[in-house]
């Protein structure tokens, strides 16, 4: 949307934030169809480069490419940033053109995917040392200073992919094999499976590899 900032991952361990800006047209020549030429620059529309950060591990500041960006999930000022490096990076963005790195946590396994609610973290877990474990919930009520608070084991023995928070469950969705679990996270500390739902339809095909929710304005209605 026109002033608004827009956040991406273009790196394999950063951050950049992005902002609106003049279009750069580009296109491709039509005088040679087998073999097009680039008319313009390459590039992208509506945005401009505002800021940049790198949350290199401490202990590997020579490790670039190593450790990848997997997922980010914008909540206030800060940004959270799952890697395959099983790092959860914390980041305050409340300047966008100074992005300070506020905290580091480590994953029993791949962060693949954050989201979070009410200072609550929940992330998504995979091909770790203990392959049963699914979701990690972590307190972020100070970013500066996370805590994970407990895990939840993954039935399915496949990892978690992607999950969603709607009020007092987290619904989690499995990355090779067909299903949903759902998890009561009433006490974050002591989460519980409260349900299961698995796809009879056989086949990769069926899997289901990502859950959304939203909020419907035309019904005030929210759907999970």
């Known amino acids: ?53 790198h949350v290199e591990p401490p202990w590997d500041p020579e490790g ?24 959860l990076h914390i980041i305050d963005i409340s300047d966008p053109t100074d992005m300070k790195l506020a905290s580091q ?3 029993p396994g791949q962060a693949l995917d954050v989201k979070v609610a009410d200072n609550l973290a929940v992330v998504s877990v995979q091909n770790g040392p203990v392959n049963d474990i699914g ?27 992607n999950s969603y928070i ?19 996270v009433s006490n974050p500390s002591c989460p519980f499976i409260s349900g299961t739902w698995l796809n009879e339809e056989p086949g990769m095909g069926s899997i289901i590899h990502d859950r959304r929710g939203g909020h419907e304005p035309n019904t005030e209605s929210d759907h999970p």
């Open 64 to 87: 670039e490419g190593f450790f990848s960006t997997t997922d980010l999930f914008i909540d206030g000022d800060h940004v959270y940033m799952g890697s395959r490096s099983g790092l």
């Open 135 to 161: 979701a990690v919930m972590v307190d972020v009520t100070d970013p500066a200073s996370p805590a994970i608070l407990s895990h939840v084991e993954d039935p399915f023995w496949s990892g978690v992919h």
């Open 1 to 53: 949307m026109p002033g608004s900032s827009l956040l991406r991952s273009l790196s394999t361990f950063g951050v950049v934030i992005l902002g609106a800006a003049s279009a750069c047209v580009h296109a491709a020549s039509a005088q040679d169809p087998p073999l097009p030429a680039l008319a313009g620059d390459q590039g992208v529309m509506n945005v401009t480069l505002i800021g940049t950060v």
């Open 166 to 184: 709607y009020n007092d469950r987290v619904y989690l969705a499995h990355s090779a094999s067909r299903g949903i679990t759902v998890v009561d």
């Open 105 to 107: 946590i480590m994953m």
